[in-house]
C-alpha cells in the first residue's frame, strides 16, 4: 500500500491550489484509495470516511450544505482520461446528497454536491446512485471518441497522436496532431469508417492485462501518461483482414456494443494550438437536433434575406414615388447675376441617394449651382453643387456651412464642386436659407 501512495503522490501534479493540495494529501495519507465499483454497477454502498466542506474536513452537514463527500468506495466515476465525472445521489433513510460532479485526486473519488434533505456524517453507511441515463450518455461518446481516434489514425494516418479530449454526456471533442486542416473529402471517409465499425454491432471487449503485453499487441498508450504494472485494454470493432479496428489503454466508462453509439457526425474542426488540430462530434439524438436546428437556422437566414430584398424593393419604389409626386417636392429656380439656381426640397428621401441625383441634375442644368434638401423621418440632409465652369466664383463648401447654420445644422464640409451637411429638422426654415443663397450668389 505504501509503494502504492507514494507512486500516486508523485503521478498526481496537484489542482494548483496548494491549501486544499495539502488537506488532500492528509487524507491520502490517511485513508489511502477510494474504490471504484462503477464499471458494472451504477449503485453501491460505501462508509463516508470524509466530509470537506469550506476546504475544511468536517464531522457533518446539514441541509443545503454544499461539501464535497468521500466514501470507501463509489460507483461514481471520477473525472479523467477525458471523460467528466458521473452526477447522482447518495441517499441513506431519507436523507439526501445530490452529487453535481465527481472528481479524482490522488485516487480518491471526490462526490461534490449538496444536501438536499437530512444530514450526513463521518462513518456513516451510505447508498450511491449514479444518474444511469447520463451514464450511458458518456459511455457512447467515450466509445465513440476511441471509433473517431482509430478512423483519424485509418485516413490520415498513424501519425496523429492524441492530444487531449473531452467525452461529456452531449458531444465529445478530440485533439491531436495534424499540421493542417481536414478536408471535406477526408472527413466522410472517417465518419464513415466508423461508422461502418458501429453497424459491426461487435462486442466491446475490456480486459486487464501487463502493460508490456498490451503495448505488444498494439494497443495506444498516451504518451507522458503514467500507467499501472496491469492496464486495462479496451477493444472494438475489426478489421476485414479480422484484425482489431481500436485498442486502446482505458479506465474509462464504455458500451457493451458498438451499434448503442447510433452514429457519429464530425460537427466542427479548429485549430487549437500550432500544429493541434480539434474535431467536435455528435451521435443519436444529440445529432439529430443539431441537424434540426442547423435546418432551422438555415430558414431564418433565406427569409431574413428575402425580407431584406422586399424591404430594398419597396424603398426603391418609395424613392422615384417622391421624386415624381408634386406634393413631396418643392422647386425655388432661377438665375441671379447670370448664374443659375436650382434648390429643391423633397420629401421622404433617403439621404445616402442625395449625391447620386445631384450629380444627374448636374449634368441636366449644364452650368448652376443646385441644392437639394432630403428630408427623412423628419431629418433634413443639405447637399450642394457647383458646375466647374463657375468654381472660380463661387465655392459649395461656403455654401453649405451658409445654409447648414440656418437650418439650425451642424459642421458641413466637402469640396469646392461638391458639398454635404446636417440641417436640422425644421424644414420651414428651408425658404429662409434659399434666400440667402440667392444673397450670397448676387455677391459674387
Ligand atoms: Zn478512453
Request: proline share 2%; charged share 30%; with cysteine.
Amino acid at each position: 500500500m505504501d509503494e502504492q501512495r507514494k507512486k500516486a503522490r508523485h503521478a498526481w501534479k496537484g489542482s494548483g491550489d496548494v491549501k486544499t493540495d495539502k488537506l488532500w494529501y492528509e487524507i491520502f495519507e490517511k485513508y489511502g484509495s477510494t474504490e471504484f465499483v462503477g464499471y458494472k454497477s451504477l449503485r453501491t454502498q460505501g462508509l463516508i470516511i470524509q466530509i470537506i466542506k469550506n476546504n475544511k474536513s468536517i464531522n457533518k452537514i446539514k441541509q443545503s450544505d454544499k461539501a464535497i463527500i468521500v466514501t470507501n468506495q463509489t460507483s461514481f466515476y471520477g473525472e479523467s482520461g477525458g471523460q467528466i465525472g458521473d452526477t447522482g445521489v447518495i441517499k441513506f433513510n431519507n436523507n439526501k446528497f445530490k452529487v453535481l460532479d465527481t472528481k479524482k485526486i490522488l485516487k480518491m473519488h471526490l462526490h461534490y454536491g449538496e444536501v438536499i434533505k437530512g444530514k450526513f456524517k463521518k462513518n456513516e453507511t451510505v447508498n450511491l446512485i449514479v444518474d444511469s441515463k447520463k451514464r450511458q450518455r458518456v459511455k457512447i461518446y467515450h466509445s465513440a471518441t476511441h471509433l473517431l481516434h482509430a478512423s483519424l489514425r485509418k485516413i490520415l494516418g498513424t501519425n496523429v497522436t492524441q492530444k487531449g479530449s473531452l467525452v461529456s454526456f452531449d458531444k465529445l471533442r478530440f485533439d491531436f496532431s495534424c499540421s493542417k486542416p481536414i478536408s471535406d473529402i477526408d472527413i466522410k471517409k472517417i465518419e464513415n469508417v466508423a461508422n461502418k465499425i458501429i453497424k459491426q454491432n461487435e462486442k466491446v471487449n475490456i480486459s486487464i492485462m501487463p502493460y508490456k503485453k498490451a503495448v505488444e499487441k498494439g494497443a495506444i498508450a498516451l504518451f507522458g501518461e503514467k500507467y499501472e504494472d496491469e492496464v486495462r485494454v479496451v477493444s472494438m470493432g475489426k478489421e476485414e483482414n479480422e484484425s482489431i479496428f481500436s485498442m486502446e489503454l482505458c479506465g474509462g466508462t464504455h458500451i457493451n456494443k458498438t451499434s448503442e453509439i447510433n452514429d457519429i457526425k464530425i460537427i466542427k474542426q479548429s485549430s487549437v494550438a500550432s500544429g493541434i488540430r480539434r474535431v467536435e462530434a455528435l451521435s443519436g439524438n444529440d445529432l439529430s437536433n443539431y441537424i434540426k436546428a442547423e435546418k432551422e437556422a438555415i430558414f431564418v437566414r433565406e427569409k431574413e434575406k428575402k425580407n431584406k430584398k422586399e424591404r430594398e424593393k419597396l424603398d426603391e419604389k418609395k424613392k422615384i414615388d417622391s421624386l415624381e409626386d408634386p406634393s413631396k417636392n418643392i422647386l425655388v429656380e432661377g438665375n441671379e447675376n447670370a448664374i443659375k439656381y436650382y434648390f429643391r426640397t423633397i420629401i421622404d428621401f433617403p439621404p445616402n441617394d442625395l449625391p447620386k441625383l445631384l450629380d444627374k441634375l448636374k449634368i441636366e442644368i449644364k452650368s448652376g449651382i443646385i441644392i437639394l434638401f432630403g428630408v427623412h423621418e423628419k431629418n433634413i440632409s443639405i447637399v450642394v453643387g457647383v458646375t466647374e465652369d463657375l468654381l472660380s466664383k463661387i465655392n459649395a463648401v461656403d455654401i453649405v456651412k451658409k445654409v447648414s447654420e440656418i437650418l439650425g445644422g451642424k459642421g458641413g464640409g466637402g469640396r469646392p464642386d461638391f458639398a454635404r451637411a446636417g440641417g436640422g429638422n425644421d424644414k420651414s426654415n428651408i425658404p429662409k436659407a434659399c434666400d440667402a443663397v440667392k444673397e450670397l450668389i448676387k455677391s459674387c
